[in-house]
């Protein structure tokens, strides 16, 4: 089965850069983009980056996304408090005709 | 702005069944492709099924974990989606999110609905 992996917890502190990745093991999973999810506390999970580096309107260009042929990264710059929440990495999985999300990866500023 | 308002949530007992609703607004509804993801409490997003828009057939799809228990369906006349769940077990327990999709990604979220399955 394929599976997008992610580190459990990252952190940094304010102003500071941060990455966290999201790879996987599956080329049908790898050819496809890789989408990004802000979910802040409470909240439902939010779009933040699709089609592997594409933000949505509204969204801060402090995020950005980038993709490799098995591996994704979420790049948060000049880091501030509101940013501390969990991220999601997904993509489309064409074998399974449905999507793939990552185990998530939770973020604190410190 | 897209607009997604779910219902229906509440509490069954296993083996019980439930139909949440999503009410959607602030785009065309019938030409959307729309899914369910689902989030057990404290645990990440999980995919649990998609139904293509009526000019591309109305196509539905699921997730292994629920595929002959669970029934995505849409009312464009309403501009609502549901998911009727049947023969609940304690794993289906989370918070049920109602979300529009593109071919590559998924896009808006409700906020959310909570099941709860348990005697």
């Known amino acids: 089965q394929s599976v997008l992996t992610q580190p459990p917890s990252a952190s940094g502190t304010p102003g500071q850069r941060v990455t966290i990745s999201c790879s996987t093991s599956s080329s049908n999973v790898g050819t496809n983009a890789v989408n990004w999810y802000q979910q802040l506390p409470g909240t439902a999970p939010k779009l933040l980056i699709y089609n592997n580096d594409q933000r949505p309107s509204g969204v801060p260009d402090r995020f950005s996304g980038s993709k490799s042929a098995t591996s994704a990264s979420l790049a948060i710059s000049g880091l501030q408090s509101e940013d501390e929440a969990d991220y999601y990495c997904?993509?489309?999985?064409?074998?399974?005709?449905?999507?793939?999300f990552g185990g998530g990866t939770k973020l604190t500023v410190l | 702005e897209a607009r997604l308002v779910e219902s229906g949530g509440g509490l069954v007992k296993p083996g019980g069944s439930l139909r949440l609703s999503c009410a959607a607004s602030g785009f065309t509804f019938k030409n959307a492709w729309m899914s369910w993801v689902r989030q057990a409490p404290g645990k990440g997003l999980e995919w649990v099924g998609r139904?293509?828009?009526?000019?591309?057939?109305?196509?539905?799809d699921y997730a292994a974990p629920v595929k002959g228990r669970f029934t995505i369906s849409r009312d464009d006349s309403k501009n609502t989606l549901y998911l009727q769940m049947n023969s609940l077990k304690t794993e289906d327990t989370a918070m049920y999110y109602c979300t529009s999709l593109t071919w590559n990604y998924v896009h808006f979220w409700g906020q959310g609905t909570l099941v709860t399955v348990s005697s």
């Open positions: 139904i293509k828009s009526k000019t591309d057939g109305e196509t539905t």
């Open positions: 997904a993509a489309r999985d064409d074998s399974l005709i449905g999507w793939l």
